[in-house]
T-cell receptor
Framework: SQELEQSPQSLIVQEGKNLTINCTSS?????LYWYKQKYGEGLIFLMM?????EEKSHEKITAKLDEKKQQSSLHITASQPSHAGIYLC???????????????FGKGTRLHILP | DAGVIQSPRHEVTEMGQEVTLRCKPI?????LFWYRQTMMRGLELLIY????????DSGMPEDRFSAKMPNASFSTLKIQPSEPRDSAVYFC?????????????FGQGTRLTVV
C-alpha cells in the first residue's frame, strides 16, 4: 500500500506565484526527504527534515515537517520556470519495520510554470 | 566522484529478450537501491543491497527480475524474458546508511522500452 501520499498530483502555476505541495505519511515520520526531478532525468536532492517543526530553505524553496500530523509541506515563493519538474517526497522507514533502511517515495507532484 | 552511473541510458528491446541494466554506485556508499518509475505507480523500490548483500527484494515484481551486486562498485538488474509492461525508467541510487539520515544519490536512469 502507498505509504506516502502527495497532493496535488499536478499543478500549473503562473510564473511569479507562490505554491505549496503536501506530503502525508500513513506512518510516523522519522526522516523526510524532498527531491526534484527534471523531466527525463534523475532525482536531485533538495533537503531533508528530521525533527517535528523543523523548517529548511533552499533558495526560494522552503520545506517544513509537521511530525504530529505525519505531514510535510514544500513551499515555493515567486515561482520561476526553473522550478518546473516533478517533486517527490521520500521517507526513511525508520523504526517502523525490521527492514528499516528503505527509502520509499510518493508518486510525485508534477509542477508546470506558465510564463 | 562522477556520481551514480547507469548504463545504458536508453534501451529498446523486443518482447521475450533478456535485458541487463547496469549501475556503478558512488565509491564508499554501502547501500545500493534499484527503483522503477512509471506514470501509474510512481517511483517503486525494487530491491536494495547493503555491503553487496541483497537485503529486501520484496519489491521485485516477478521471478523474471533478478539483481546482483558482485562487488562494491557494480550492480546489475536483469529482466528475462522482458515484457511490454516492463517498460519504465529504472533508477539506481546509492547512499551511506539511511538510518544516519543521509540522502540517496540517483543515477540518470535507464529508459527501457519493450516492444
Amino acid at each position: 500500500s502507498q505509504e506516502l501520499e502527495q497532493s496535488p498530483q499536478s499543478l500549473i502555476v503562473q510564473e511569479g506565484k507562490n505554491l505549496t505541495i503536501n506530503c502525508t505519511s500513513s506512518k510516523t515520520l522519522y526522516g523526510l526527504y524532498w527531491y526534484k526531478q527534471k523531466y527525463g532525468e534523475g532525482l536531485i536532492f533538495l533537503m531533508m527534515l528530521q525533527k517535528g517543526g523543523e523548517e529548511k530553505s533552499h533558495e526560494k524553496i522552503t520545506a517544513k515537517l509537521d511530525e504530529k500530523k505525519q505531514q510535510s509541506s514544500l513551499h515555493i515563493t515567486a515561482s520561476q520556470p526553473s522550478h518546473a519538474g516533478i517533486y517527490l517526497c521520500g521517507a526513511d522507514r525508520g523504526r517502523n519495520s525490521n527492514r528499516d533502511d528503505k527509502i520509499i517515495f510518493g508518486k510525485g507532484t508534477r509542477l508546470h510554470i506558465l510564463p | 566522484d562522477a556520481g551514480v552511473i547507469q548504463s545504458p541510458r536508453h534501451e529498446v528491446t523486443e518482447m521475450g529478450q533478456e535485458v541487463t541494466l547496469r549501475c556503478k554506485p558512488i565509491s564508499g556508499h554501502d547501500y545500493l537501491f534499484w527503483y522503477r518509475q512509471t506514470m501509474m505507480r510512481g517511483l517503486e523500490l525494487l530491491i536494495y543491497f547493503n555491503n553487496n548483500v541483497p537485503i529486501d527484494d520484496s519489491g521485485m515484481p516477478e521471478d523474471r527480475f533478478s539483481a546482483k551486486m558482485p562487488n562494491a562498485s557494480f550492480s546489475t538488474l536483469k529482466i528475462q524474458p522482458s515484457e511490454p509492461r516492463d517498460s519504465a525508467v529504472y533508477f539506481c541510487a546509492s547512499s551511506f546508511d539511511p538510518k544516519m539520515n543521509t540522502e540517496a544519490f540517483f543515477g540518470q536512469g535507464t529508459r527501457l522500452t519493450v516492444v
